[in-house]
């Protein structure tokens, strides 16, 4: 009786992901210090994410931050003095994530997906705070097809308070010297600076304010 076949197993990448110690396919943490070596123990690169650029400024604190990426050709920036803790993750192609000097971040999840996400300096982010530049899964008109729910930069001004717990989505900006309420929800963007940003949805509920450390 002759056998069957033999049916090999599908080939598999050696590791679905690979951490920043090995600097394969172009994909790096740079900047002076102690900080690089920090970040590039705690982040990951997807098997087969390629040329993406990872730069950390002087005086750096990992406060348990995990960096994932998967893409190609994506930057995360991370500016002066910066501690930051959490989750930020870059998927696509191209994105830029910027997080300017002197932010405080206690366990922030930063999702760009498709589209940018930049903090100016001189923020503070409480724990529980997820900022993200897409729902990721799509939303479609039934009739048309057209995605009702496409992905949108995300801006957030200099010298900003997030309170814990708030929802900052995708085409959200928030102005230069704002506060964000515990538990708020952005879902659109704001204009005018200085302002307490409240409630679910957020809506300005007071002008003219300024917030110390």
């Given amino acids: 009786m002759s056998r069957p076949p033999l049916v090999r197993p599908r080939a598999r990448a050696w590791l679905p992901w690979h951490p920043a110690v090995l600097?394969?396919?172009?994909?790096?943490?740079?900047?002076?210090?102690?900080?690089?070596?920090?970040?590039?123990?705690?982040?990951?690169?997807?098997?087969?994410?390629?040329?993406?650029?990872?730069?950390?400024?002087?005086?750096?604190?990992?406060?348990?931050?995990?960096?994932?990426?998967?893409?190609?050709?994506?930057?995360?920036?991370?500016?002066?003095?910066?501690?930051?803790?959490?989750?930020?993750?870059?998927?696509?192609?191209?994105?830029?994530?910027?997080?300017?000097?002197?932010?405080?971040?206690?366990?922030?999840?930063?999702?760009?997906?498709?589209?940018?996400?930049?903090i100016g300096a001189d923020c503070l982010l409480a724990k529980g705070i997820e900022v993200r530049s897409s729902d990721i899964h799509k939303l479609r008109d039934r009739a048309s097809g057209e995605r009702l729910n496409p992905p949108a930069p995300v801006a957030i001004g200099r010298h900003v308070w997030v309170a814990s717990g708030a929802f900052i989505g995708k085409g959200v900006t928030v102005p230069d010297g704002c506060v964000v309420g515990a538990r708020a929800v952005l879902t659109r963007p704001f204009t005018e600076p200085d302002c307490v940003l409240a409630g679910q949805p957020a809506r300005v509920v007071r002008q003219g304010v300024v917030w110390e450390r």
């Fill in 23 to 118: 600097p394969l396919r172009g994909n790096r943490v740079r900047g002076p210090g102690l900080g690089p070596f920090l970040l590039r123990a705690a982040t990951v690169f997807d098997h087969g994410a390629t040329n993406n650029r990872i730069t950390v400024g002087p005086g750096f604190r990992n406060r348990g931050l995990v960096v994932m990426v998967v893409g190609h050709g994506n930057e995360l920036r991370i500016g002066a003095d910066v501690a930051w803790g959490g989750l930020i993750t870059l998927y696509g192609d191209g994105l830029v994530v910027e997080i300017g000097d002197r932010c405080d971040a206690k366990g922030v999840r930063l999702i760009a997906h498709h589209a940018d996400v930049r």
